[in-house]
């Protein structure tokens, strides 16, 4: 079998590598998947290893390509414009939808038309993002397959294995919290902007790593206020770090005693939560659907109510200066993890749908040319 995903953005996030795991899983039961993208963020490290990657907005090379290449099936993320070229290709097998922005405004363009092409079904990565498709589609099939995580990639480093050599090198008798992501508005940095300042105020063992937001919009305005609040001693900012190296930082993180922190406003998933809890990192984060489906407060990390800033804090302060709940936590977001969203559970499920569906269609096809 033999898939074509089409996304738009090519980038370092959730999405990505959500499928990077898939991809590799795939491979595993004889299904070979492509990519196509037509911008790149500085993602392409993320799959040329894993698979092949095509990179055009070309309308005339993206046709040609779903007509040479033997797609038995097509999934579309968030990009509207993909049916128009699968309609010009005449593509003939089922389209499949994924829909993974967590906006409702920014989703609608991508699910308001179909240009023809009749999707046989949605997939999204939680409840939460079930309930937002609904209010946009009728008729289409939504089914939920968690994102999962590759845990033979990301899992708990001995400190043997930790490369050290590589930053972000953590600083002696320092608490680590990780902060992972673009630097935008959905992502809230001017929180974890509020968050520094009164860690700053009320103690000195404690280092914030944010990692990430090369080529984010905001990364300006980021760095304007990180540097004019004074907290460039407190939050180590790296850009750009290879995905493959992400375990590394993670592990280092929960060897300091440290937790990552989410200071999100919406989100579709959030592998990064389940790559934090595989290493061993507790998370703090907001509590809303989908971070309530994915972390269990009190036993993988805590949850704080809203956006409030204090709250945040006495939660990163709990787990920071409970030794013994710092290991609880991790012990269970280990555990937690490689039950409900390790790559082999999840991916089963979309390996499944996938050649239901490919068998189906092989059905229809035979009773359609049958005399």
Not at 1 to 14: F, N
Not at 33 to 38: A, I, K, P, V
Not at 97 to 104: G, K, S
Not at 138 to 166: C, H, K, M, W
Request: charged letters at 25%.
């Amino acid at each position: 079998m033999k898939v074509l995903i089409i996304w738009r953005l090519l980038t370092v996030g959730g999405v990505n590598a959500g499928w990077r795991n898939r991809a590799i899983y795939f491979k595993q039961h004889g299904i070979e998947t492509e990519f196509l993208y037509t911008t790149d963020h500085g993602g392409l490290h993320i799959m040329q290893d894993v698979a092949p990657v095509y990179l055009t907005k070309d309308e005339t090379i993206i046709i040609n390509l779903i007509k040479k290449n033997g797609y038995d099936a097509i999934i579309v993320v968030d990009t509207g414009a993909a049916f128009k070229w699968i309609k010009k290709a005449k593509f003939k097998g089922p389209v499949i939808v994924e829909a993974r922005t967590p906006e409702l405004i920014k989703l609608q363009p991508h699910l308001k038309n179909f240009r023809g092409i009749q999707p046989v079904s949605i997939i999204v990565p939680s409840h939460y993002q079930k309930r937002l498709v609904s209010i946009l589609t009728e008729d289409i099939p939504i089914q939920v397959i968690y994102n999962g995580v590759d845990t033979s990639f990301f899992r708990p480093l001995a400190i043997e294995e930790i490369d050290y050599s590589t930053p972000p090198m953590p600083a002696a008798n320092k608490k680590i919290i990780g902060w992972i992501g673009r630097v935008d508005k959905r992502k809230n940095w001017p929180m974890l902007v509020e968050v520094a300042k009164t860690i700053k105020r009320e103690r000195d063992d404690v280092e914030i790593w944010l990692i990430g937001g090369a080529q984010s919009v905001q990364r300006e305005e980021f760095a304007a206020a990180w540097e004019e609040e004074q907290l460039t001693d407190i939050i180590k900012w790296f850009p750009v770090i290879p995905y493959q190296q992400m375990p590394h930082v993670y592990s280092k993180i929960r060897e300091s005693g440290g937790c990552t922190l989410a200071t999100t406003k919406t989100e579709s998933f959030g592998n990064t939560f389940i790559e934090s809890m595989i290493c061993g990192v507790p998370v703090v984060a907001s509590h809303f659907m989908p971070i309530s489906e994915i972390v269990v407060h009190g036993k993988t990390g805590l949850l704080f109510q809203g956006h409030n800033v204090q709250e945040a804090v006495d939660q990163l302060y709990q787990i920071l200066d409970n030794r013994n709940l710092h290991q609880q936590m991790s012990e269970a977001a280990i555990e937690h993890v490689q039950q409900k969203f390790a790559i082999q559970v999840v991916a089963d499920q979309y390996v499944d749908f996938l050649k239901r569906l490919i068998e189906n269609d092989n059905e229809a096809d035979r009773e359609v040319n049958s005399p």
